[in-house]
């Protein structure tokens, strides 16, 4: 039977959050804990109550890209088409912001006030600092780096968090949580959002595709969240 593994980083342990469990291998049985196919894991941080992912009414989901010109491409077509399809089966409104300047970032939080945010482009994190950036749009499209703060912060600007935010780049998902819960993804669920998919290593274009398209088709068929997210890791 399928089991459902969830880490809960109290505090005073919280650093341990950034060990590689995903990769844990168990070699009796000869498989890893993020590919197991009746096993689901998932971390969770006791910061705040949770409650439905799902909304009443229509599910708003925001797919905002950001391929600054200075940096390696980055190929969202496939993964913009997979979300799309939502639509097909469910009550789903997608609007794709295709050139996240900050100002069109923060506009289009405010006023479409997304339960879904998948952000597509780069990423990085400073262990030195135990801190994140995420690269958005100059106006001549060159990357406009900004701080894992900023980013948590427009994300809430409208007063009305995403509850659900899928990080589609490098390092998004990596923390220093002996400073402050520090990185992007730990940071986004400080502010109160309720679930956070994120790559805490480097990840290829062609890997970040196919887990995005597996993952989607997984909600599409209506299975869990963390279900979804095990059926991409694999």
């Not at 049985?29 to 439905?52: A, E, I, K, T």
């Not at 994140?132 to 701080?147: F, H, N, V």
């Not at 659900?164 to 780049?169: A, E, G």
Request: net charge negative; charged share 20%.
């Amino acid at each position: 039977e399928r089991l459902r593994l969830q880490l809960s980083f109290e505090a005073g342990a919280a650093e341990l959050a950034n060990l590689p469990w995903e990769f844990l291998h168990y070699p009796r049985g000869d498989y890893f804990l993020c590919s197991h196919v009746d096993l689901v894991l998932s971390r969770y941080f006791p910061r705040h109550s949770r409650h439905s992912l799902r909304p009443e009414g229509t599910l708003r989901v925001l797919v905002a890209v950001s391929k600054p010109s200075d940096l390696d491409p980055v190929l969202e077509p496939r993964v913009v088409e997979a979300i799309q399809r939502l639509a097909e089966a469910y009550p789903v409104q997608v609007e794709v912001l295709r050139k996240a300047t900050v100002a069109a970032f923060t506009e289009r939080m405010q006023t479409f006030q997304p339960h879904v945010l998948h952000f597509i482009g780069h990423g990085t994190f400073n262990a030195e600092t135990g801190s994140g950036a995420i690269a958005l749009l100059r106006p001549d499209e060159m990357a406009d780096w900004c701080s894992d703060s900023d980013f948590a912060d427009w994300c809430s600007l409208s007063g009305v968090l995403p509850r659900l935010v899928v990080l589609h780049l490098c390092e998004g998902g990596r923390a220093d949580l002996r400073e402050s819960f520090g990185g992007l993804a730990p940071r986004l669920v400080q502010k109160g959002v309720q679930a956070v998919v994120a790559m805490q290593y480097p990840i290829t274009n062609m890997a970040a595709i196919d887990f995005s398209r597996v993952f989607y088709e997984a909600l599409l068929r209506g299975e869990p969240l963390d279900y979804a997210v095990q059926l991409g890791r694999q």
